[in-house]
T-cell receptor
Framework: GAVVSQHPSWVICKSGTSVKIECRSL??????MFWYRQFPKQSLMLMAT?????????EQGVEKDKFLINHASLTLSTLTVTSAHPEDSSFYIC???????????FGPGTRLTVT | AQSVTQLDSQVPVFEEAPVELRCNYS??????LFWYVQYPNQGLQLLLK??????LVESINGFEAEFNKSQTSFHLRKPSVHISDTAEYFC???????????FGTGTSLTVIP
């Protein structure tokens, strides 16, 4: 089946620094990828839709200058959390959509802890 | 916008007992429906989905869900649960012509030995 990977799986950074999270579709091409954020014991909240070769579409309330998304190829999207603060600590999950089956394949997630 | 309601945040059930996890959605257009399972510190895994056709869909590990258009529901059921079924379960909806997934708040299923 289709596989989506994320790197790193766990990252700890200091407040004020930037962190880049990679999302890769390993065996299929994804023109559209999604970035979600999940707080403990809560559901996934869509942050933005990443489209290959164009600007990402951000959900209301998500700061696009803080959460930079780049979808430079059909198999890679990156999320950069700039000037991270402790409140950015969360579980970030990406997904890639198969245009044929309409199914979203989820990455394993990246746990970000900002100290 | 769509909304998905999972009425039960926590469901404890004894091993080998049946279980139903409820999911209701609000939509006036055609939708696709999904159930995902999440184990601790892991991403989401697709359990089953309804796109079209038969309203009863099944997974390989004994779960099933039935799409009820009149009640706008997609409840998940299993006749006999195992300890390994302990996890968080999310219901999700996507418009048939749309792009975005809308997730419910999740139901934590705990199977008691």
């Amino acid at each position: 089946g289709a596989v989506v990977s994320q790197h790193p799986s766990w990252v700890i950074c200091k407040s004020g620094t930037s962190v880049k999270i990679e999302c890769r579709s390993l065996d299929f091409q994804a023109t559209t990828m999604f970035w979600y954020r999940q707080f403990p014991k809560q559901s996934l909240m869509l942050m933005a839709t990443s489209n290959e070769g164009s600007k990402a579409t951000y959900e209301q309330g998500v700061e696009k200058d803080k959460f930079l998304i780049n979808h430079a190829s059909l198999t890679l999207s990156t999320l950069t959390v700039t000037s991270a603060h402790p409140e950015d600590s969360s579980f970030y999950i990406c997904s890639a959509r198969d245009q044929g089956t309409y199914e979203q394949y989820f990455g394993p997630g990246t746990r970000l802890t900002v100290t | 916008a769509q909304s998905v309601t999972q009425l039960d945040s926590q469901v404890p059930v004894f091993e080998e007992a049946p279980v139903e996890l409820r999911c209701n959605y609000s939509s006036s257009v055609s939708v696709y429906l999904f159930w995902y399972v999440q184990y601790p510190n892991q991403g989401l895994q697709l359990l089953l989905k309804y796109l079209s056709g038969s309203t009863l869909v099944e997974s390989i590990n004994g779960f099933e869900a039935e799409f009820n258009k009149s009640q706008t529901s997609f409840h998940l059921r299993k006749p006999s649960v195992h300890i390994s079924d302990t996890a968080e379960y999310f219901c999700a909806v996507s418009e048939a012509t749309g792009n975005q997934f809308y997730f419910g708040t999740g139901t934590s299923l705990t199977v008691i030995p």
